[in-house]
């Protein structure tokens, strides 16, 4: 049984920072890769980064390079999104995502507003 839970969303003005973090339950965590999505407001889920389950391969949305950076902590079963540089328009509710057998696994969400 494989559970995801966010945290760490909120306010935060232009140009702050955030960390979301995901904690897993589940025995195949260290060998499913990762992948962060987020949901703005009237638009359609989207692929913010991935990392494979041993953390040494990344990849980045365009429009977050250079801002994000994704890593994890298999012991601890958890999964990172640091988020730098934020602009309002990374204003959106993100989830984490695991992928394993073919299915995929998602949490419940944590929101993001980016405003002044």
């Known amino acids: 049984q494989v559970q995801l839970v966010e945290s760490g969303g909120g306010l935060v003005q232009p140009g702050g920072s955030l960390r979301l973090s995901c904690a897993a339950s589940?025995?195949?965590?260290?060998?499913?890769?990762m992948g962060w999505y987020r949901q703005p407001p009237g638009k359609q889920r989207e692929l913010v980064a991935r990392i494979s389950g041993g953390g040494g391969s990344t990849n980045y949305a365009d429009s977050v390079k250079g801002r994000f950076t994704i890593s994890r902590d298999n012991d601890k079963k958890l999964v990172y999104l640091q988020m730098n540089s934020l602009k309002p328009e990374d204003t959106a509710v993100y989830y984490c995502?695991?992928?394993?057998?073919?299915?995929?696994?998602w949490g419940q969400g944590t929101q993001v507003t980016v405003s002044s």
């Open positions: 589940g025995s195949i965590f260290r060998f499913a890769a």
């Open positions: 995502c695991l992928y394993w057998g073919g299915t995929d696994y």
